[in-house]
């Protein structure tokens, strides 16, 4: 009777949006222009933010960047 959650995939246990906003962080944008660029609000990216820094171990903002680059997330599947 009630419509069923759709879970959306994930590339090693990041979602699509978190992908996202990764590649608009190491592009250097602040949480504001993420949330514009991505049609959400600010409390919203970061939340999605605080996922990806706990997902990655993530104690700052400039070592999520560091620990997004090397992790792979956003290396091109081959």
Do not use: C
């Not at 959650?5 to 602040?30: D, F, K, M, Y």
């Not at 949480?31 to 959400?40: C, E, S």
């Not at 600010?42 to 903002?61: D, N, P, Q, W, Y």
Request: aromatic share 2%; charged share 20%; glycine share 10%.
């Amino acid at each position: 009777m009630f419509p069923e959650t759709v879970t959306r995939p994930s590339l090693n246990g990041i979602t699509p949006r978190q992908h996202a906003i990764a590649a608009l962080l190491v592009e250097g944008h602040t949480d504001a222009v993420i949330a514009d660029r991505l049609g959400m609000s600010v409390r919203t990216a970061r939340v999605h933010i605080a996922k990806l820094a706990t997902a990655l171990g993530s104690e700052s903002r400039a070592q999520l960047g560091y620990l997004i680059g090397r992790s792979g997330i956003l290396d091109p599947e081959g």
